[in-house]
Structure formats: C-alpha cells, structure tokens
C-alpha cells in the first residue's frame, strides 16, 4: 500500500516540521506527555521508506533526545488508518534494524496522527492487535490529535502554533459568502484571524521573524485553497493576516540583514586599517576608506573575510 498523494494539507504540514521543527515540540508534549523543552533538538530523519515494490513517505520522522517519532497528518476520518501507520513504522523500523546476540531486533517510533477536521470521532480507531506465532497477542497502539478540538485561546495557551494553519477547516462548512447581506459574519470570521496575528506577535515561539513570516504564508495558502472562489473573503484574510503586518515584517528581516551586513563591513575595514598601521602604510588609509573596489582588492591581498 503506497502513501497517498500530497494535498495542500500534507504540503503545509511538512513544510511546517522540515522548516519550523520547533513547534514539533508543543505538540509532541501535549500529545505524548512529555516535557522537552522548547530549545530541545528536533532531528530530522529519512522519511521515504521502501517496502516490496513500493515506497512509503511519512509526513515526519523525528529524534528528540533519542526518542523516535513519527506523525501523520490526516484532513478525513479513515479506519484504516491505524493498520496504515502500522505499516509506516513497521518499514520504519526494519530499515533500522539491529543485530545482537540474540538475532535482530527492531524498535517502532512512537506514532500519532494528528487529524485536521472533526474531533472525538468514534471511527478513529487506535488500537491494532497483533498476533504472534506463539498464539501471544500484542496492543500496538497510536495516538490521536485532533486540531478542532482546541480552541483559539487553547492553541496559544498549549503553544500548538503549528494548528494554525489549519484553523480555517472548523469553519469551512460555513464560510462567509463575502457578499454584503453577510457582512457581519465576514466581520466575525475576520476577527477570529485578527485575534490569531496579534497572538502570533506576542507568541514567543514567534519571535524569531522568519518564523511569523514563514507561519503566515502557510495561513494564507491553506485559507486560499479552503476559500476557493470566495475572491473576496480570501483577499480580506490576506490583508488580516499578512499585508502590512507581512511587509513590516519582511522589511524587518532586511533590516537585520542589513544591520549585520553592516556591522561586518566595519568588522572587515577595521581589520583591513589595522593592518596598515601594522606595516606601516598609513597613507592608504584614506584610499581604502572611499575607494570600494581598492578596498576589495586589498581584503584580497590580505586574506582578509
């Protein structure tokens, strides 16, 4: 059985633990009650895995502190889900086989599946009993997420910040038309993503600006997909979400990156001035301060980076 084909849903996903593993984190604690720090490494392992004539790819593979995990993210209900997982980490778990003295041995990741719409659904089976040639029986068991069933406040509160992309799937069967007779349920609908910006920015998980930039872009792409031909209450969640805020934020990142810039050119024509003084060539001192393309020649000359 081979993975499913990637949908904007699994695309954001992804996207979120290769680029912004940390908030793996959160997510990993709440849901398997553990208490690793948010600065704790998130490694990131090989998640295209063979079986006979086919390949699996799992939506993420992770080590923290040497514990494995694997997660799966699923938009719709499936009961064949847990013997799916089943599967993953069973190849999982074969390709990092070990020999010891009593044969090999094998150890599965810890799964979840994090379930992007609905929550307490009965059919979300997590549970597949195994039964061995010695007659033995053995519980293999995974854990279950569910988006929908945390609110706003809650997703803030547990630092679930990568939930919120898809926030937008609890109120898709009721999307305001963007018409003006629906005026105020498009206000409504808009506020719910204000509230989500000014979280983001007093979020410390947030404060690094490429994150808030990177975590608004998934946003919006999975609001445009979820939208669809609503033209306009897509284009008034891009301006609630990214606008000016997105370019504020693009320009600071610039900025930093032109403070940096800065600060090593100093760096490097400080440099660059003491060695003069130290050969005695003080009368290039000023050429080198105006003349750029002397400057890097002499940065050259000295093997000065």
């Known amino acids: 059985m081979s993975k ?15 680029r912004l593993p940390h908030l793996l984190i959160p997510l990993i604690n709440e849901t398997f009650g553990t208490a690793y720090p948010m ?3 998130v490694v990131q392992l090989k998640n295209e895995h063979h079986i006979i004539d086919d390949r699996i790819v799992t939506d993420a593979y992770v080590k923290i502190n040497g514990d494995a995990y694997h997660l799966e993210c699923q938009s719709n209900d499936m009961q064949i889900m847990i013997a799916r997982m089943f599967e993953y980490d069973l190849a999982i778990a074969l390709e990092g086989k070990i020999k010891t003295k009593h044969g090999y041995e094998i150890e599965l990741p810890r799964p979840c599946v994090v379930y992007l719409r609905g929550k307490k659904g009965s ?16 519980d293999y068991k995974m854990e279950i997420s569910e988006v929908e069933g945390y609110s706003r406040e809650e997703i803030f509160e547990k630092k679930l910040l990568m939930f919120l992309p898809f926030y937008i799937l609890r109120f898709e069967k009721n999307l305001p038309t963007g018409r003006l007779k629906d005026k105020k349920r498009l206000q409504e609908f808009l506020d719910e993503f ?26 919006i792409k999975v609001n445009d997909h979820v939208c669809g031909t609503k033209q306009k209450v897509k284009k008034e969640v891009r301006e609630v979400m990214g606008g000016k805020v997105l370019t504020l934020q693009s320009d600071k990142i610039k900025e930093e990156g032109i403070q940096k810039g800065i600060q090593k050119g100093e760096n490097l024509l400080a440099t660059l001035i003491n060695k003069l003084l130290s050969i005695g060539k003080n009368e290039d ?20 980076k």
């Open 194 to 219: 204000e509230k989500i910006r000014e979280g983001m920015e007093v979020s410390p998980e947030c404060k690094d600006p490429e994150c808030y930039v990177k975590l608004v872009e998934l946003i």
């Open 285 to 304: 001192i000023p050429k080198v301060a105006s003349d750029v393309k002397y400057r890097k020649k002499l940065y050259a000359q000295y093997g000065i």
């Open 39 to 41: 600065d704790a490494e």
């Open 123 to 138: 059919r979300r089976l997590s549970n597949l009993r195994i039964k061995f040639s010695d007659g033995a029986f053995h």
């Open 4 to 18: 499913r084909k990637g949908s904007v849903f699994d695309d954001v996903f992804r996207t979120i633990c290769e």
